[in-house]
């Protein structure tokens, strides 16, 4: 599609929160949950970029020849944290992995995802994991094809949440 | 079963790791998972009780007069942390919610839930997530019983992960 495609993958700061905000707006329309969204720039801002950041990001770049038509040249994210096993000890959690739809296909989800394995074995961890919606194939056989696979499958793992009332009322004493 | 049953709630340190080592293998083997387990006391001691901690326990104890034949008094514990939503910001995530057997129903497990969900409550969290087995039905039907669900089965989210060689083999740039 852009035989001279360059791409560039660096840390994202707090400048990069409108666009991160703006990509996971689409990303949650693309999963059909785009209601879900309660976040804010100003909760991007806050809970990633200051002292104690809750999250990390990396932001994938292009130059400005290959700008959209809006003008946009940060064009994916990923957003990934540290977390802990009990079984295995330090792990990386990678929220989000995003690349807008005309960019696809030149390697840029893999670099983003790639790059959060490189952090997460430097910081120790032993795990990267993830969660996928399981009615969106082409993401299941990108993950697996990078030799990732699905636990809920293999060993019956399900995700459990507690939210809104019901947390309330269990945080009663 | 110990109708004079008491039992208190506090948070972990670092003299606990010897049993929450101990109870994280009953509860790798409850779950037949056992040779999964690769974490060492001292792990747990540098990376839950350090400068910036990985993880956070809380410990159930039973008065002596209650101890176990084996003379143990700590017959509980969970080990939690906070992530981080894209859709909805600051999250706490239950590693593990475990109640030494002799010792369930007799509300301790809900007590350190509800302990962890006022501990993300108070941070600012808006969820409680964590996994289960889908064959641990007991489990199940306790965590429906206080208002949790299942967003593998509501909504189709599928745990996946990245380990080992594939992990490794990712990360090269």
């Not at 094809?145 to 507690?162: A, E, F």
Request: aromatic fraction near 12%.
């Amino acid at each position: 599609m852009f035989p001279d495609m360059k791409f560039s993958i660096r840390a994202a700061n707090v400048e990069d929160c409108k666009d991160m905000l703006r990509m996971i707006m689409e990303l949650a329309e693309y999963e059909k949950l785009a209601e879900h969204v309660k976040i804010t720039q100003s909760d991007l801002e806050q809970d990633g970029f200051s002292k104690n950041p809750l999250f990390h990001g990396l932001i994938a770049e292009v130059p400005e020849r290959h700008k959209t038509k809006e003008g946009q040249t940060k064009i994916g994210y990923a957003l990934y944290f540290y977390t802990y096993s009990s079984f295995s000890g330090r792990a990386v959690y990678m929220e989000d992995l995003y690349v807008m739809p005309e960019f696809r296909g030149e390697g840029i989800g893999k670099a983003l995802m790639s790059k959060v394995a490189q952090l997460g074995l430097t910081a120790g961890c032993n795990e990267l994991n993830f969660t996928i919606l399981n009615w969106n194939k082409s993401s299941l056989d990108f993950y697996h094809s990078l030799g990732c696979y699905d636990i809920t499958t293999t060993m019956g793992y399900h995700c459990m949440r507690c939210e809104g009332e019901a947390l309330e009322h269990l945080a009663q004493p």
